[in-house]
């Protein structure tokens, strides 16, 4: 079946520093990918849609600055949060929608803390 | 916009309970819905997905029944079991490849 990889999986980082997170597709190509943020105890909300090899859009209230996404290949994209501050600490998952069917591969999330 | 509810916000039950969680709409014109369960800490397992032109989906004890026109989903599951405690969130697409909206989630807890 469709699998995602994302990674990290866990990551703490310092106050002003970057993290990037990858997801991978191992088995289709994700022409479209979809980042969402879960706060705690609070559902997961869009934070943006990125095509293979065009810019990413983002939701209202999303800085496009502070969350970079490439998406410069069909089986690869990136979230780099720069600058990261302690609100940012947060679950990130990723979610491919691809060629291979109607359905939807999500990423097994990554957990980010910034102290 | 989609707005997706979910009702009740928390639920604990005795182990063998057979239980409903509810999820609500309010733009019926969806692609599809799908029930995800989602353990603490962890990342979403998809449980059931229903195309707009079904009425439900089954597997195991799981079944999910979708009323497009009132905008109502629900998700019955028979003979509860302690594993069975997680979040469930149920969430929306309004077109093919495009995001899904998700619904706040029900916190189940089934005691054993």
């Known amino acids: 079946g469709a699998v995602v990889s994302q990674h990290p999986s866990r990551v703490i980082c310092k106050s002003g520093t970057s993290v990037k997170i990858e997801c991978r597709s191992l088995?289709?190509?994700?022409?479209?990918m979809f980042w969402y943020r879960q706060f705690p105890k609070q559902s997961l909300m869009l934070m943006a849609t990125?095509?293979?090899?065009?810019?990413?859009?983002?939701e209202q209230g999303v800085e496009k600055d502070k969350f970079l996404i490439n998406h410069a290949s069909l089986t690869l994209s990136t979230l780099t949060v720069t600058s990261a501050h302690p609100e940012d600490s947060s679950f990130y998952i990723c979610?491919?929608?691809?060629?291979?069917?109607?359905?939807?591969?999500f990423g097994s999330g990554t957990r980010l803390t910034v102290v | 916009k989609q707005e997706v509810t979910q009702i009740p916000a928390a639920l604990s039950v005795p182990e063998g309970e057979n239980l409903v969680l509810n999820c609500s709409f309010t733009?019926?014109?969806?692609?599809?819905l799908q029930w995800f369960r989602q353990d603490p800490g962890k990342g979403l397992t998809s449980l059931l997905l229903?195309?707009?032109?079904?009425r439900e989906q089954t597997s195991g004890r799981l079944n999910a029944s979708l009323d497009k026109s009132s905008g109502r989903s629900t998700l019955y599951i028979a003979a509860s079991q302690p594993g069975d405690s997680a979040t469930y969130l149920c969430?929306?697409?309004?077109?093919?490849?495009?995001?899904?909206?998700f619904g706040p989630g029900t916190r189940l807890s089934v005691l054993p």
């Open positions: 979610s491919a929608h691809g060629t291979f069917n109607y359905g939807y591969t």
């Open positions: 088995d289709f190509q994700a022409t479209t």
């Open positions: 990125s095509n293979e090899g065009s810019k990413a859009t983002y």
């Open positions: 733009d019926s014109a969806i692609y599809n």
């Open positions: 229903i195309q707009s032109s079904q």
């Open positions: 969430a929306v697409t309004l077109d093919y490849g495009q995001n899904f909206v």
